[in-house]
């Protein structure tokens, strides 16, 4: 009863939607502040292919790991024995009630290589170039996505990784090999998701193919909680900045 309860309160604010607000940050706080103690249960039923993903890029010991749109800090449960192995890892979110979860979570875990930022990717700088760069179910909510992307770009090293998994829609016409996706899919969810500022979009995918050089990718679809017949797709996409 105690989890359905939590679920039917993250359920109230996203049929609320996230609008209406002055800035990113504010809206994001009001959004999410309500639901940031239960948000980690809530998504990992939704927000299927993370640990796939974490799985796939390297964490290198002794390196950089700058984890874009963090939240809760989620991520570094997936992959502890390398994370704690990081030299450095920071947790950039415009959002500070989900990174105040994340902060705890820093505590909890006893993580002395783990810091938080509550900042925009846009106006964020790095002192230093990145080994890693994720975005997990970040992107669809950064409308300047190609300028996230292209800053992505230049603070990883040469041969550096970026690691993203998304949700997203094919493109009309899918180019051969990609999945294709039919215009009741393309046109359902892109409507149900951006009614709480997630933007789903049929030109992320082919955009990190062509900016960085694919090492995985896989396309697949996730449950959707209390909506037995949605099946939401999603990617997973690793890759490389050449050198």
């Avoid at 505590?107 to 925009?120: G, K, M």
Wanted: glycine share 6%; aromatic share 14%; net charge positive.
């Amino acid at each position: 009863m105690k989890s359905l309860a939590a679920d039917l309160r993250v359920l109230t604010h996203l049929l609320r939607g996230a609008h209406g607000e002055k800035s990113s940050a504010e809206a994001l706080d009001k959004f999410y502040a309500p639901q940031a103690e239960f948000y980690d249960n809530f998504r990992e039923r939704l927000l299927q292919g993370r640990e796939d993903m974490i799985g796939q890029v390297p964490i290198s010991s002794g390196g950089f790991w700058l984890d874009l749109g963090a939240g809760t800090g989620f991520n570094l449960g997936f992959s502890k024995a390398e994370a704690r192995a990081c030299r450095r890892i920071v947790l950039l979110d415009l959002c500070r009630s989900l990174l105040e979860v994340a902060e705890n979570r820093i505590r909890t875990e006893a993580w002395d290589n783990v810091e938080t930022i509550c900042e925009s990717v846009l106006r964020y700088a790095p002192d230093e170039p990145a080994d890693l760069i994720t975005l997990s179910y970040s992107l669809t909510m950064m409308p300047n996505w190609r300028e996230v992307l292209e800053l992505a770009y230049s603070w990883l090293k040469p041969g550096g990784t970026i690691g993203i998994v998304d949700f997203y829609i094919s493109p009309a016409f899918a180019l051969r090999g990609f999945v294709q996706h039919p215009w009741i899919t393309r046109l359902f969810w892109k409507k149900w998701f951006s009614w709480d500022g997630v933007h789903l979009n049929e030109r992320h995918l082919p955009y990190l193919e062509w900016r960085f050089k694919r090492t995985y990718l896989v396309e697949a679809r996730a449950r959707v909680p209390y909506l037995p017949l949605g099946k939401v797709p999603y990617y997973i996409f690793v890759g490389r900045k050449l050198v």
